[in-house]
């Protein structure tokens, strides 16, 4: 079975842009979660999507945003973006109220 | 954001030895429990759960331990290897809440 995707694995933006990352949860996973997670810093969990609802969201700003869609697959966006965005954004799948399964993440640069 | 503490940022061992994480967690309605282990490059991966109606938690060379009365939880890793080395996370779980909260992570050096 295919684990988690994520894309893109890199990329570097300007502050003032906007971004859109992307998870493929696996397969018969409807859950799937986002977590932002910087230098020396745990992992801050940003929101939770259930089959296309947002269940819970974390202490983070308007401008971090998501969706998901019918297939289960998932999107973060961040608009107009901070020096402070740069990070490792990590996507995870599971079946409900159970372990996480992480993709490798997509890491954030903003220069 | 919210997070999950922990007592100790890193942690350094010598190969062989034993290896004792802490984690103090924060939600006394959270009911069930999961060590995560970051290697370097990857993303978190499952090591061990454990659920509140229980206290100890075995598997291979790795055993949890959950102390409800004081909100803490520890990850003890017997004959610590080189392959154990490795940022460890732990999170607690409020099943009907819908999120994990993560620790900030504990750092395991192994000295060969």
């Known amino acids: 079975k295919a684990g988690v995707t994520q894309t893109p694995r890199y990329l570097i933006k300007t502050r003032g842009q906007q971004v859109t990352l992307s998870c493929s949860p696996i397969?018969?996973?409807?859950?799937v979660s986002w977590y932002q997670q910087t230098p020396g810093q745990g992992l801050q969990f940003l929101f939770e999507?259930?089959?296309?609802?947002?269940?819970n969201k974390g202490n983070f700003p308007g401008r971090f945003s998501g969706r998901q869609f019918s297939n289960s697959r998932s999107e973060m966006n961040v608009s107009t973006l901070e020096l402070g965005d740069s990070a490792l954004y990590l996507c995870a799948s599971s079946l409900e109220g159970g372990e996480l399964f992480f993709g490798e993440g997509s890491r954030l640069t903003v220069l | 954001g919210e997070s999950v503490g922990l007592h100790l940022p890193t942690l350094s061992v010598q190969e062989g030895d034993n290896s004792i994480i802490n984690c103090a967690y924060s939600?006394?309605?959270?009911?069930?429990f999961i060590w995560y282990k970051q290697e370097s490059g990857k993303g978190p991966q499952f090591i061990i759960d454990i659920r509140s109606n229980m206290d100890k938690r075995q598997g291979q060379r790795v055993t949890v331990l959950l102390n409800k009365t004081v909100k803490h939880l520890s990850l003890q890793i017997a004959a610590t290897q080189p392959g154990d080395s490795a940022v460890y996370f732990c999170a607690e779980i409020n099943t009907g809440g819908f999120k994990t909260i993560f620790g900030a992570g504990t750092r395991l050096f192994v000295k060969a």
């Open positions: 939600n006394s309605a959270s009911d069930y």
């Open positions: 999507y259930f089959s296309e609802t947002q269940r």
């Open positions: 397969s018969g996973h409807r859950s």
